[in-house]
């Protein structure tokens, strides 16, 4: 008979509970402590469970928080993401922290005040403390100390400059800090704070971390309340913001865009246009692209975002052209297509040569915009009345005539003398390029927020949409010409432009 052995014991490891996890844990003075957190028990439990081990009382008034450099305190909502061999430290709740710092930042002592201020900058970025210094009514005691700071302190800077820079800074940098929880309305601030952070941007603006923080907080007033956006407005121009985009620190710069787009894209419709003429007259377009898009560095994420951001409410400027329908009854829209027809085939008369009869003028008419491409000959206007592209279509063709009229004439007149399957119509091409363009574009579309795709030629020109239109022109047409296309391939020949 066959021997049958039986099989050996052999100890197969459990994987530990889902709910457990081993952590090591931290207190000043005491070798850490390691230990198996059971998830299921209430926080408040494994705290005292801690204190009781040090032989420490009151554990209602200590928490855990992680031993990393966030510094973050664990609560019931946060406590899952706790991981197997984290390092956590006991230390004082969120409550008694803030308490303590809420007295120490008042303090009479100046180097006491700043190393308050610097562990205030730290905790505020963990929204458990922020809640608890907020509760506290901490937002009205920092900006209280920003808007009498300068003068409380005015003599002290003199012999104490670096100091009070550097409470200021840390200051600010926790007001961002806490506002950028989202607990507390932007609407509650005083003119007077809002003036004292606008008076930042040229006071300290050779001070890097006072010019970034005040910058930001701007930023966050104008984003986040009508009525802030209406205050700033009236306290920061562009030709104050201006200087900061000439500096090295892409860091500003970054913020410096990030607020002219906010007044931007806060900015009433009526005032939006004359926004614009005034980056323009500042010339700030040029001042970006030597000293941000041409510096020698790298351009990093934020700024291709805020360069993308920039470009985008430029451009939206042109929804009312693009949605606007033309009227086949409005005269002086009438002349612009009058004017084409003039540069293209009768460049030396008067637009309004009234020689010959009424009947051979329409003939003449009509062959010369079925040449320049239209597909109503009759009444090219009817051309021009679906939206989008709307008028803007009829802008990009008046500014590519005007502006490059060699070009403009050729086109026309190469199309003209082809056969008519041949042809690339200019007017049709004119309207369907320019519709392409707004969607490439996203005309009229709120600017993403995670979108960084920045066309450089946007800042090398005033007219870039007009010129990204005279140059997709020029190759529609060449493009046309070298696949010998017919009006079928229409399509074929746009998307490969």
Known sequence: CPVVLAPKNRSVAMPPPADIVKVAIEWPGAFPKLMEIDQKKPLSSIIKEVCDGWSLANHDQFALQHADSSNFYITEK????IKN?????????????????????Q???MDAKLEALKDLANYSRDVTFAQEFI??????????MVESGTERYQKLQKIMKPCFGDMLSFTLTAFVELMD?????????SVAFIKKIASYVNKFASDISILQRSLAILESMVLNSHDLYQKVAQEITIGQLIPHLQGTDQEIQTYTIAVINALFLKAPDD??????????????????LTHVIRAQRAINNEMAHQLYVLQVLTFNLLEDRMMTKMDPQDQAQRDIIFELRRIAFDAESEPNNSSGSMEKRKSMYTRDYKKLGFINHVNPAMDFTQTPPGMLALDNMLYFAKHHQDAYI?????????EDKHECPFGRSSIELTKMLCEILKVGELPSETCNDFHPMFFTHDRSFEEFFCICIQLLNK????MRATSEDFNKARKRV
Not at 271 to 288: D, G
């Open 78 to 81: 946060n406590r899952n993401e």
């Open 85 to 105: 061999g984290a390092i956590l430290r006991l230390t004082t709740s969120p409550a008694q922290n803030a308490q303590q710092l809420h007295e120490r930042i």
């Open 107 to 109: 303090s009479s002592s």
């Open 135 to 144: 509760n506290l009514d901490g937002i009205s005691l920092l900006t209280q």
């Open 181 to 189: 929880h989202g607990i507390v309305s932007w609407d509650t601030f």
């Open 271 to 288: 005032k939006r246009q004359e926004m614009a003429n005034i980056l323009a007259q500042k010339q700030l377009r040029s001042i970006i």
């Open 410 to 418: 050729r086109i026309v007149l190469e199309n003209s003398s082809r």
């Open 479 to 482: 493009t046309w010409k070298e």
